[in-house]
């Protein structure tokens, strides 16, 4: 029945697509990411749902072609263009070619569409809708993994769709603490009351759905987070009162060895995981400095390039690190210009708040460009620990901010809010 309800549904906007290509990409957004395909089990599983929403969204983006934005003239768009480019490059010269192509596709698809979303986005409510389907395609699984923790008193992990990017409880509970600003913003600024309760509660339950996924590096990444979460809010009382209270009686809610896995990020160098994962980051940066300046491709965890290159060659892991992911996979300029994305994005966050400060027409865009950071700060220390480079949210987010700032310049640019001469 599930296979049934859920084919009917793809399908059924398929219409609605070919009218209006934005809707394309709302749906391709929910199924990259939420992936509600893994909760059926017929033949709706394995069925390509994203590539049919995505052709139908391409064919519809040939028809109204007129209504398009341009590529945007924006730092933080070029470094990403100049991005995929170099993943497009590296992959030709990688230790195991024959292994590259389903890597690469995966990764592609994923940095095509983000481009293809900075044509599409091109209003304000674009922008709107686009937070909510990112925040409830994560908040489905904070929600119910909140739900979870609280009825198991933490003694069991929460887990991800299978066969995805946030499959599994680590992955899972940085998506999560990604979302928590998005439904800040959205509380912020939904006028029927029960959204904002909805919103609030949402909040609540994904935090302590990150505290049950028992991850470390989340925990870090939840700590700060939750501390540029604060000092980024409008009204920090309620955010602080709730930041203040919620880590102590976390502490004191989940079970011994839950407090036993944490207290452990004391002592790394005594937990296998962690040194694992040392001799993975060494094994990326000798890549590196080898294969200057292209790294070595998608597949670096095999036998023979850690009998090459890692201090430990018998403990072969992935990366479970963004920055030495793209190190050891795309070389010194790929990650300069992964780190060149994210550093624009914040610039330009940075713009639209000191741009629309005081602007009461334009707090909805100050509150949303805030809370983008605090997402983007989530992603930049939890992503520290795992390898989640090429998952769909924190670009969209640079989407967000590349076209706000957009918005926000032609707001300004218009004649009810451009500055008036004074009187002579």
């Not at 519809?60 to 991005?83: E, G, Q, S, Y």
């Not at 690469?104 to 044509?119: D, E, N, T």
């Not at 597949?299 to 030495?324: C, E, G, M, W």
Request: with cysteine; net charge positive.
């Amino acid at each position: 029945m599930r296979d049934l309800i859920l084919t009917a549904f793809v399908l059924g906007t398929i219409p609605f697509i070919l009218r209006n290509p934005y809707i394309g990409l709302l749906m391709w957004v929910w199924l990259g990411i939420m992936n509600p395909h893994r909760f059926t089990w017929g033949f709706a599983y394995s069925m390509p749902f994203a590539q049919i929403v995505a052709l139908c969204t391409l064919i519809a983006m040939l028809v109204h072609a007129r209504k398009l934005n341009p590529l945007p003239n924006d730092r933080a768009a070029i470094a990403l263009v100049l991005f995929v480019a170099w993943i497009c490059v590296s992959p030709l010269f990688a230790f195991h070619p024959d292994r590259e192509w389903d890597l690469w596709v995966r990764a592609f698809k994923i940095q095509f569409m983000v481009l293809v979303s900075l044509l599409l986005i091109t209003e304000h409510r674009h922008l709107h809708w686009l937070t909510w389907v990112l925040a409830l395609s994560v908040g489905f699984f904070g929600i119910k993994g909140g739900v979870f923790t609280i009825l198991t008193a933490g003694a069991n992990r929460v887990w991800g769709p299978a066969q995805s990017f946030i499959a599994d409880n680590n992955t899972l509970a940085l998506a999560m603490i990604m979302v928590v600003p998005l439904f800040r913003y959205l509380q912020l600024h939904s006028d029927n009351k029960w959204v904002r309760i909805s919103c609030v509660a949402a909040m609540l339950l994904c935090v302590g759905a990150v505290i049950g996924s028992h991850s470390r590096g989340a925990f870090l990444a939840l700590a700060a987070m939750s501390f540029f979460l604060f000092t980024k809010s409008r009204k920090k009382g309620l955010i602080g009162m709730a930041v203040l209270l919620a880590l102590p009686i976390a502490w004191q809610f989940m079970p011994e060895n839950w407090t036993e896995r944490m207290a452990s990020i004391k002592t790394y160098s005594e937990d296998a995981s962690a040194m694992g994962r040392i001799n993975a980051w060494w094994v990326a940066w000798n890549v590196a400095v080898d294969r200057f300046p292209l790294g070595g491709g998608f597949v670096l965890d095999t036998a023979d390039v850690f009998q090459r290159y890692a201090p430990d060659p018998t403990n072969i892991k992935v990366a479970h690190s963004i920055y030495f992911q793209i190190l050891g996979e795309h070389g010194f300029v790929g990650l300069a210009l992964f780190l060149m994305v994210f550093g624009f994005t914040w610039l330009n966050g940075s713009w639209v708040m000191r741009s629309t400060k005081g602007k009461s027409e334009l707090l909805w865009a100050y509150d949303l460009a805030s809370m983008c950071q605090v997402s983007l700060v989530g992603y930049a220390v939890g992503g520290a620990f795992l390898s989640l480079t090429y998952f769909d949210l924190p670009y969209y987010i640079v989407v967000i901010l590349i076209a706000l700032r957009r918005l926000v310049r032609q707001e300004m640019e218009s004649p009810a809010l451009a500055p008036k001469a004074a009187p002579a």
